[in-house]
Nanobody, 115 residues
Framework: QVQLVESGGGLVQAGGSLRLSCVVSGSIVSINTMAWYRQAPGKRRDMVATITSGGRTSYADSVKGRFTISRDNAKNTVYLQMNSLKPEDTAVYYC?????????WGQGTQVTVSS
């Protein structure tokens, strides 16, 4: 059974940093595309960053230059380093894994950025 467990969220002041982690069990992060999404109250869930099996990364325009997605294959973990946080980054952040037969999601971790 595949499980994705996010952690690292919390309350931070604007301009601060957080690092989110997504530990995956039952699957391998290095051979599948991994992604971070976020959903603010009353809004749709949007892609924040992705990393492919080949290591290619992509970002939403709103986070380019501030967020970095990475993975540690030995720990089967994906990270999202978030710097220069803004109040509009406040959301629940979800980890997602794409597999040939579909995708898996974590339960989410709350990030709140105060002004």
């Amino acid at each position: 059974q595949v499980q994705l467990v996010e952690s690292g969220g919390g309350l931070v002041q604007a301009g601060g940093s957080l690092r989110l982690s997504c530990v995956v069990s039952g699957s391998i992060v290095s051979i599948n595309t991994m992604a971070w999404y976020r959903q603010a109250p009353g809004k749709r869930r949007d892609m924040v960053a992705t990393i492919t099996s080949g290591g290619r990364t992509s970002y939403a325009d709103s986070v380019k230059g501030r967020f970095t997605i990475s993975r540690d294959n030995a720990k089967n973990t994906v990270y999202l380093q978030m710097n220069s946080l803004k109040p509009e980054d406040t959301a629940v952040y979800y980890c997602k894994q794409d597999v040939p037969w579909g995708n898996y999601w974590g339960q989410g971790t709350q990030v709140t950025v105060s002004s």
